[in-house]
């Protein structure tokens, strides 16, 4: 059937079923059509069209609309993930390139006006500050990323994690973030901060325009209510969490996951604004009362990079053992992908590069070949979707193995209990970095693997070879290292009564030391020992 409606997919959502006559691509697909001369052929050819994005009010990208419109005769919109549509006409499409010509002229004062605003807010003296902690008064949570589309994984894992537990040791919290954070408890006061519809045409610059939207958000909302801290989970170019908090005379707590711009290097494009946003980055850490990090490696990186080590606590991440835990029904997704009497081999991840989605692959292709009997009896679950997820579906289909994988997509996080239930083995294949420096990450599905009480098999690196010990509570191999990963699943796959001591183990010890609640008040209590050492 000759396609007459095109949807053009933003590269970082999950692509819709095609309905028939449909046609869907992603926003790279139509770029590469630009490049190598094909969009002729797309020219006026469907009868509608329409683009899918995080967000209506960050979809102005004068180029893209033009093609689509252009590429389609009748009906064209835009449509978000809320489900909000916004028709896309000449006129509109007009003012979007007029604004995209003002905007160019205004990126120099924008930039102007955060280096002055970064420049005054290092300049400040604090020493003769004695920020007190009220625990009984509310902490302010910031999630300032612009990463709309993620609804799943470890960052809102670990965001649920903190925020739920933070009322548990300090005041009712607040939250302020730009999306939805699945799995937040309902009674948490949570504020949504829509981004301008400015700059989104241009690399980084909204993350520089958000600054100023939370700063005016935070005091609308808090409207002179009490705050016992300032909480932000540090973002590309981010500093409101620290201009709030000074303004506030209250502690300012910030969580680092890494630097956003060795990210942009190895994993993703280096940045066009680097040096300010390293200028930005120090003055997180620098000015921050307590840096909290998941691992040591992140916290050597820091004080390499001149931070003071005794404001920076190593805080692993952790799971919630009610909502993992063996007790959690995965039968309806054993039905649904046919896995009844099936030896399960689960991934869970958004398959990014560290996560070794493509090991776990190649492993299971190995296994497959030494014992060609698992075709019957033995299974693998990977769960999720991301960048890494086409290469994977690649290494199996190479291999004439696609009707022994389940590709599962994006699964909501509310889900994830049961598919992980639906799993007999789990698996955490990451990988070195590319540059050769120390793994900086504390996965948190491993905690939540622990916590469902599953027998784990993992890469021998850095954190994870900290927290799991090789046959007590994980059986470890070599990272990058698929025979290995294949021996060392052959052996669990073989061996039920290691299995199910691996998992026990693992659930004992996650409950008694890897708990959200337990990494709250580690962080809590170590904010306290900070600011009383700097009272003494």
């Excluded at 992140?298 to 009610?322: T, W």
């Excluded at 054993?334 to 399960?344: C, D, F, P």
């Excluded at 996560?355 to 030494?370: D, I, K, S, T």
């Excluded at 890469?459 to 021996?487: C, F, K, Y």
């Amino acid at each position: 059937m000759t396609p007459t409606r095109i949807t053009i997919v933003r590269s970082r959502l999950l692509l819709p079923a095609a309905a028939p006559g449909e046609l869907v691509v992603t926003d790279d697909d139509v770029r590469a059509w630009m490049r190598n001369g094909r969009i002729a052929h797309h020219l006026l050819r469907y009868r509608s069209g329409r683009l899918l994005t995080e967000r209506l009010e960050t979809s102005g990208r004068p180029m893209l609309m033009w093609v689509l419109r252009l590429m389609t005769r009748g009906a064209c919109f835009v449509e978000d993930l809320d489900g909000r549509t916004r028709p896309v006409t000449i006129p509109l499409l007009c003012r979007w390139s007029v604004r995209l010509a003002r905007e160019a002229l205004q990126t120099d004062h924008l930039l102007g006006r955060v280096e002055r605003e970064v420049a005054a807010i290092a300049s400040v003296d604090r020493a003769g500050s004695r920020p007190t902690l009220d625990r009984s008064a509310s902490p302010l949570f910031l999630r300032t990323d612009l990463s709309f589309g993620v609804r799943a994984g470890g960052s809102v894992g670990h965001i649920a994690g903190v925020v739920n537990e933070l009322g548990e040791v300090l005041g009712s919290p607040i939250v302020l973030t730009t999306a939805d954070v699945p799995t937040l408890r309902s009674d948490i006061e949570v504020h949504h901060v829509s981004a301008p519809e400015a700059f989104w045409n241009f690399q980084e610059l909204p993350s520089f325009v958000l600054n100023e939207v939370f700063h005016t958000e935070a005091f609308r909302v808090l409207n002179g209510r009490r705050v016992s801290l300032v909480y932000q989970r540090y973002s590309l170019n981010n500093y409101a969490g620290l201009r709030i908090a000074r303004r506030l005379g209250v502690t300012f707590v910030l969580e680092y996951n890494g630097s956003e711009i060795w990210m942009g290097r190895h994993w993703g494009r280096p940045l066009k604004y680097e040096a300010l946003a390293s200028r930005i980055e120090l003055l997180n850490v620098s000015a921050a009362d307590l840096v909290v990090v998941v691992s040591r490696t992140m916290r050597d990186e820091l004080v390499g990079r001149g931070a003071s080590s005794d404001r920076i606590l190593v805080n692993p991440n952790a799971a919630d053992p009610d909502r993992y835990n063996p007790k959690v029904d995965g039968a309806a997704v054993t039905a649904h992908y046919g896995l009844a009497g099936k030896t399960v081999i689960g991934f869970i991840a958004t398959f990014q590069p560290w996560h070794g989605a493509e090991v776990l692959a190649e492993a299971f292709v190995h296994l497959l070949r030494q014992r060609r009997a698992y075709r019957d009896s033995v299974r693998l679950l990977m769960i999720g979707a991301g960048p890494r997820l086409a290469s994977a579906k690649h290494i199996v289909a190479g291999a004439g193995l696609s009707d022994l994988v389940e590709f599962t997509g994006l699964v909501p996080q509310e889900q994830g209990p049961q598919y992980l239930a639906a799993c007999d083995i789990v698996a955490a294949p990451h990988v070195p970095n590319p540059d050769g420096s120390p793994f900086f990450g504390s996965p948190t599905k491993l905690f939540e693997y622990m916590a469902m009480g599953k027998p784990i098999i993992a890469s021998n690196l850095d954190q994870i070879g900290e927290v799991l010990r090789h046959g007590e509570t994980a059986w470890m191999v070599p990272p990058a290292d698929a025979h290995a990963l294949a021996t060392g699943l052959m052996r669990l796959v073989e061996d039920p009564t290691l299995r199910q001591a691996l998992g026990e183990a693992a659930r004992r010890d996650m409950v008694a030391h890897h708990t959200w609640r337990a990494h709250v008040r580690r962080t809590v209590d170590a904010l306290e020992s900070r600011l009383c050492a700097r009272v003494a």
